[in-house]
């Protein structure tokens, strides 16, 4: 059978696509390659005529959502908004409940330590765009000054919604997204 030109690369980004959202809900080592393939609707043999290995469609997966991002927390730093507004969206229970739609970093950093050098990369890569937005969009400081806060701001801002998830949704959950916000305003001198 014959394919559209084309039609190759549009199922890589749905393979990518796929692996993403699982990735981040379920972890990587629980994603199979035989699950994600049927999640995307194709079978195991069709994986290696687009990936050369499950480490090779992490590594693409993370370059891929790092070049598309553009969640809520994301947009607003781009819109200029002020950084109470962003850190609330991204220290929000929506952010916390929704993890496969969420920020990698969040979801799969203790996992990422653990991969190879090449996929370390790839995320450090991601993370340290994600820096960079934050320092932009400091208030004050030297260049150097908001690139370390930014740094510490988002180690908060990770730890704060890793331990809000494993608290899991209610009252004490809640507190500590809002206990990150505040804190993450101290850091800024908010």
Not at 31 to 39: E, F, H, Q, R, W
Request: charged share 25%; aromatic share 6%; glycine share 12%.
């Amino acid at each position: 059978m014959r394919y559209q030109k084309g039609h190759r690369e549009e199922t890589r980004r749905h393979i990518i696509d796929v692996a993403g959202r699982r990735f981040r809900q379920d972890g990587i080592a629980a994603a199979g390659v035989a699950g994600l393939m049927a999640d995307a609707g194709l079978t195991n043999g069709a994986f290696y005529t687009h990936f050369e290995s499950k480490e090779d469609l992490v590594r693409q997966t993370l370059d891929t959502m790092r070049a598309n991002a553009g969640g809520a927390t994301v947009q607003a730093i781009r819109d200029g908004a002020p950084p109470e507004i962003w850190l609330r969206r991204y220290l929000s229970p929506s952010h916390r409940d929704n993890p496969g739609g969420g920020c990698v970093a969040a979801a799969l950093s203790a996992e990422i330590a653990r991969h190879p050098e090449e996929t370390r990369d790839a995320f450090r890569a991601a993370c340290d765009e994600f820096v960079g937005q934050i320092a932009d969009s400091l208030p004050a400081g030297t260049p150097a000054v908001r690139r370390a806060t930014a740094q510490a701001l988002y180690g908060l801002m990770i730890g704060t919604l890793q331990l809000a998830r494993v608290i899991g949704p209610g009252n004490e959950s809640d507190a500590i997204l809002e206990n990150g916000v505040r804190a993450g305003l101290l850091m800024i001198g908010g």
